[in-house]
Nanobody, 124 residues
Framework: QVQLVESGGGLVQAGGSLRLSCAASGRTFSRYAMGWFRQAPGKEREFVAAISWSGGRTDRADSVKGRFTISRDNAKNTVYLQMNSLKPEDTAVYYC?????????????????WGQGTQVTVSS
């Protein structure tokens, strides 16, 4: 069992930056691929980024390439999402998720554990 807790969300102006953190409990964190998803009001949840268990492979949605970076520190049981050049359309609740099969999929159903989410609001 893995418990995930996101933090770092908030209100920022367009063009600004935020770094989200996702702290995981459990000794198996380093075996899992991790992903970030987001859901805006009235929209479906969408994939943002994923990282392999070792951190050696990453993947990002086209909408955030060049602006967002995913990373992890297995010694701290934490995965990060650095978000730069934020846009109003990035406004959403951001969730981290763990995939015990290390698949790094773009579908939420591929992930086994989820955090409660953190709100990111980008003002224009």
């Amino acid at each position: 069992q893995v418990q995930l807790v996101e933090s770092g969300g908030g209100l920022v102006q367009a063009g600004g930056s935020l770094r989200l953190s996702c702290a995981a409990s459990g000794r198996t964190f380093s075996r899992y691929a991790m992903g970030w998803f987001r859901q805006a009001p009235g929209k479906e949840r969408e994939f943002v980024a994923a990282i392999s268990w070792s951190g050696g492979r990453t993947d990002r949605a086209d909408s955030v390439k060049g602006r967002f970076t995913i990373s992890r520190d297995n010694a701290k049981n934490t995965v990060y999402l650095q978000m730069n050049s934020l846009k109003p359309e990035d406004t959403a609740v951001y969730y981290c998720a763990a995939d015990k099969w290390n698949g790094m999929g773009h579908e939420g159903a591929s992930y086994d554990y989820w955090g409660q989410g953190t709100q990111v609001t980008v003002s224009s």
